[in-house]
């Protein structure tokens, strides 16, 4: 089994920076692909940004490109989404995920991926 554990949301003003993380616990070596998706109230989850195992793929959906990184340390089992220039428009639950078959690809899709933890709270104020 695997567990995913997301920190470091909260609330920021528009404008603002916040650095969320995913602590991957459990038989880690079985996650490949991982990626971050997001969910605001009323809206259907959306694909945020994804990363290939190495760390040398990386896609991001293009509400948030040239503001976020998707980044992740093998070593400590842990990967990052660091968001920049936040807009309220990015409030929302954010969610990691893993891919346990080893995608080729990226996946840009929720079926793409095998584990998810529980979410952490965004809000960005205006």
């Known amino acids: 089994q695997v567990q995913l554990v997301e920190s470091g949301g909260g609330l920021v003003q528009a404008g603002g920076s916040l650095r969320l993380s995913c602590a991957a616990s459990?038989?880690?070596?079985?996650?490949?692909?991982m990626g971050w998706f997001r969910q605001a109230p009323g809206k259907e989850p959306e694909f945020v940004a994804g990363?290939?195992?190495?760390?040398?793929?990386?896609y991001y959906a293009d509400s948030v490109k040239g503001r976020f990184t998707i980044s992740r340390d093998n070593a400590k089992n842990t990967a990052y989404l660091q968001m920049n220039s936040l807009k309220p428009e990015d409030t929302a639950v954010y969610y990691c995920?893993?891919?346990?078959?080893?995608?080729?690809?990226?996946?840009?899709?929720?079926?793409?991926?095998?584990?998810w933890g529980q979410g952490t709270q965004v809000t960005v104020s205006s």
């Open positions: 459990g038989r880690t070596f079985n996650i490949y692909n």
């Open positions: 990363i290939s195992w190495s760390g040398s793929n990386t």
């Open positions: 995920a893993g891919d346990g078959r080893g995608g080729l690809r990226v996946g840009t899709q929720k079926e793409a991926y095998d584990y």
